[in-house]
């Protein structure tokens, strides 16, 4: 597979550490009054989807960024790549 | 009818007419009082022992398409109980005592090999955690050997252990573990089940599930609705698509595995091997192929087919121990889905909606546990208890931090 980097243009996917489904990025409120159970939630279920999933790569062989990447897990084809800060930042985070 | 060598000589001599199907193609009927989703290994054993041990009389299993195209029908095929925890060991181990009477129990040759397993040990400190899980076998009953270099090289001539980077400095044998013919194992336990009266239904695809005031009345499926009092799910790979219709979420991610096979050689290689510092395992079978296989491409997938780093990874492996093996051609590699948790435990439960089951999260290990998982699925499903080897395959334990993390890897699917 090959990731198109928004930086540094296509780059084999052998460089990169999947980290799993994107909506990792938005971690609970840990003063919410359930936040056990929200962490529950976050740390340990998905939604492991047939189609097209969106999910974290990490560049660790190239400059260490994070990636959201939409790809389908039908046919591993990928539709979107963007910098995970950009995403966050388009959330409204600071960071 | 019975098969016996008997039989085999009598159909010999009287050109093969006798035979009949090894099971009946039904129709489904409105009701059942089981419906098992999936027909793989894990789904025949279920209804098999849901009729023989415990006198279900109306047991129906759906699989999509046909018997055995699953992962029962794409593993490597290697079954062992060499598991440390005791939220493990003892359930595998068990596995591991019923295919050894499986053959005479559902009277179908699964070519149940105890050719024994050898994890090779490339540190010191491995050879310390290798000796710890030893003891954790013979602790609970199961058979276990730590062997030298000395006795390895002996043993196994062809082994490279001076390789400059990872050495071989011992091992862990387990010689009751082996290889057993996969799609045999299919093939008997539907042959089994079904002359025990389970209607055995393929082509017939859970579409849905008919839910109602949080109990679960049937299943929709692409050949009608079907009522079943108990609802089994038992679908491995396709576990989160098939619980998403009951709006569930599960600790699992879905992963793809390759597995390879070379050309036929003469026999090479006695019992199955593993490589202890990359992720390789490999063992020959009875046709004279190599079977081997190594990790997960390592992202989610539901296409059934791999990617090349990992084709090259695993024949890094191969030559890192098996350096006799550079001249041979790979014939065939093919991947399954695997239905990885998030410790890299199985899951064999009730759901929180009524008579809803939930088997699944077996990673790529659950081709070694189809006969207690099949026993202790059907036994959940019969007396709503859970086996006593199977307490801890619990929905609850990642809320309560009862993880049975054999790895210590954490909730990261793709690596256990
Ligand atoms: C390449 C590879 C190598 C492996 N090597 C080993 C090994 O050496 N040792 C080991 O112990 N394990 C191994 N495994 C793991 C093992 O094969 C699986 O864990 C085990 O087979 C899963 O259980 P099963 O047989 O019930 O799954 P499957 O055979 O996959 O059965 C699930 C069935 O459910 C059906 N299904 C899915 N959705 C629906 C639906 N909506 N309605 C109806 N039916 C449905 C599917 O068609 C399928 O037939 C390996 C797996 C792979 C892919």
Redesign the pocket.
């Known amino acids: 597979m090959i990731i198109n980097h928004p930086i540094l243009g296509p780059r084999d996917s052998a460089e990169f550490t999947y980290m799993g489904d994107a909506a990792l990025l938005d971690r609970p409120d840990w003063q919410a009054k359930d936040a056990l159970l929200q962490f529950v939630d976050y740390g340990y279920l998905r939604d492991n989807p047939a189609g097209p999933h969106i999910e974290l790569w990490y560049h660790e062989q190239g400059d260490r960024s994070f990636l959201v990447v939409t790809r389908d897990t039908t046919t591993h084809q990928i539709s979107s790549v963007k910098l995970a800060s950009d995403v966050a930042r388009g959330r409204g985070r600071s960071k | 009818m019975r098969y016996s060598g008997l039989r085999v000589l009598k159909e010999a001599l009287t050109g093969h007419k006798g035979w009949k199907p090894a099971w009946r193609d039904v129709a489904p009927q409105a009701h059942y009082d089981y419906i098992v989703?999936?027909?793989?290994?894990?789904?025949l054993a279920t209804a098999y022992y849901l009729a023989r041990n415990h006198g279900a009389k109306r047991v129906a299993v759906?699989?999509?398409?046909w018997?055995?195209?699953?992962?029962?029908?794409?593993?490597?095929?290697?079954?062992r109980s060499n598991y440390l925890l005791d939220g493990n060991e003892p359930f595998y181990e068990h596995s591991l005592k019923l295919w050894e009477g499986l053959e005479q129990d559902i009277n179908y040759n699964a070519m149940i090999s105890q050719r024994g397993i050898l994890n090779l040990v490339h540190s010191d400190a491995q050879r310390d955690a290798f000796t710890r899980r030893g003891n954790a076998m013979i602790l609970n009953g199961a058979d276990a050997d730590l062997l030298s270099t000395e006795t390895i090289q002996k043993r196994y001539p062809f082994l490279n252990v001076n390789n400059a980077r990872f050495p071989i400095k011992g091992g862990l044998a387990q010689y009751r573990g082996g290889t057993v013919r996969?799609d045999a194992v299919?093939w008997g336990y539907a042959r089994a089940a079904d002359q025990l009266g389970v209607d055995i239904i393929q082509n017939?695809?859970?579409?849905g599930f008919r839910i109602e005031g949080g109990k679960c009345l049937g299943v929709e499926?692409n050949r009608g609705y079907i009522k079943g009092d108990k609802v089994a799910s038992?679908?491995?790979?396709?576990s989160g698509?098939?619980m998403a219709k009951a709006s569930m979420r599960l600790p699992i991610e879905s992963h793809v595995?390759?597995?390879f096979v070379s050309e036929g050689l003469k026999p090479v290689l006695p019992g199955v091997i593993t490589f202890g510092a990359g992720h390789f395992?490999c063992s020959q079978s009875d046709k004279g192929g190599l079977v081997f296989?190594g990790d997960l491409d390592g992202y989610n997938s539901y296409a059934q087919r791999g990617n090349l780093p990992v084709v090259e990874d695993v024949c890094e492996g191969a030559m890192a121990i098996f350096p006799m093996l550079g001249r041979v051609r790979l014939l065939r590699m093919?991947?399954?889905?695997?239905?990885m948790s998030m410790d890299g435990s199985p899951i064999i439960d009730h759901t929180h909606i009524e008579s809803l089951y939930f088997n699944g999260g077996?990673?790529?290990?659950?081709?070694?546990?189809?006969p207690a998982s099949g026993w202790c699925y059907a036994h959940l499903l019969a007396t709503d208890t859970p086996h006593e080897f199977a307490t801890a395959f619990r929905f609850d334990r990642f809320a309560k931090g009862q993880m049975i993390d054999e790895k210590g890897m954490g909730n990261n699917p793709q690596l256990h």
């Open positions: 989703i999936g027909g793989g290994g894990h789904g759906l699989e999509k398409g018997i055995g195209g699953g992962n029962v029908g794409r593993n490597t095929t290697i079954v996969h299919a017939c695809e859970v579409t499926t038992c679908v491995a790979g396709s698509r098939l595995l390759q597995a395992y296989g093919w991947g399954g889905i695997m239905d077996w990673c790529y290990g659950g081709f070694k546990a189809t």
